[in-house]
């Protein structure tokens, strides 16, 4: 009972979220999979298609149409892989970089908005579940 009560409630949060930043980064026009691989692009900086696909938890397929998007938006630039040519190299460019700002400035407006809804005690009860369930997330990964 009590995890079917978690999970409809972490549902309801995620959604609620979800809409929120949503509607933050609608102007930005890209899609969410294309906002979630340039935001982790900013944050690694230049790197393969497939890390940036497992970092995001983007089906492969899904990353590489992305990419494709991205790519004809002058938004990243794609390489080959120098010591293994399968593999696709991505770096932003300069208006890559300076939309990754504009993807961030969008976050801050939705944490904004998420948290005036909410009290110390609400952030350190999801900050408390979130320790909790960490673990489960790397014992999936390995």
Known sequence: MIGKRFLASFSEVKR??????????????????????????????????????RATVIDPSAATRAFAGLAKLGLIRRARGTTDRRTSLVALTAR?????????????????????????????ALERIGAKLAPLARELDE
Do not use: C, F
């Open 16 to 53: 609620v979220v979800m809409l929120v930043s949503w509607r933050d980064m609608a102007p930005l026009g890209l899609g969410r999979a294309q906002l979630a691989l340039l935001r982790e692009l900013g944050n690694s900086g230049p790197t393969t298609q497939s890390k940036l696909a």
């Open 96 to 124: 890559g970089r300076q939309l990754v700002r504009r993807i961030e400035a969008a976050r801050a407006r939705t944490a904004k908005h998420l948290a005036a809804r909410l009290d110390t005690r609400d952030v350190a």
